[in-house]
């Protein structure tokens, strides 16, 4: 069974930083077309970070020079590096894999089919 296992989250002041990772198990590999989504309470899934099986990555214009999406495929863990956070940034973080290649907008919900079950992260000012 595939299944993706998010870590790295936590509590942090305005201008810190924190690095999430993802560790993919299963047959599922982070070669493969990969994201980081995000969700606030009472506010829709915004995707924040992909990446695709070519190593071009997007990024939403909030994060941009900011966050920082790589990927340890020895490892078998994506990570999502924040720095600057701002409190806008609260929100449940999830990574999510198509489970190979893709060709859309690495942001696009859609395009996911594995989800892990999420990492707070909580920034106050």
């Known amino acids: 069974q595939p299944q993706l296992e998010e870590s790295g989250g936590g509590s942090v002041q305005a201008g810190g930083s924190l690095r999430l990772s993802c560790a993919a198990s299963?047959?599922?590999?982070?070669?493969?077309?990969m994201g980081w989504f995000r969700q606030a309470p009472g506010k829709e899934r915004e995707g924040v970070a992909g990446?695709?099986?070519?190593?071009?990555?997007s990024y939403a214009d909030s994060v941009k020079g900011r966050f920082t999406i790589s990927r340890d495929n020895a490892k078998n863990t994506l990570y999502l590096q924040m720095n600057s956070l701002k409190p806008e940034d609260t929100a449940m973080y999830y990574c999510?894999?198509?489970?190979?290649?893709?060709?859309?907008?690495?942001?696009?919900?859609?395009?996911?089919?594995?989800w892990g079950q999420g990492t707070q992260v909580t920034v106050s000012s």
């Open positions: 299963g047959y599922i590999t982070t070669r493969s077309c």
């Open positions: 990446i695709n099986q070519h190593g071009s990555t």
């Open positions: 999510a894999t198509s489970g190979g290649y893709c060709y859309g907008d690495t942001l696009h919900d859609t395009i996911y089919n594995y």
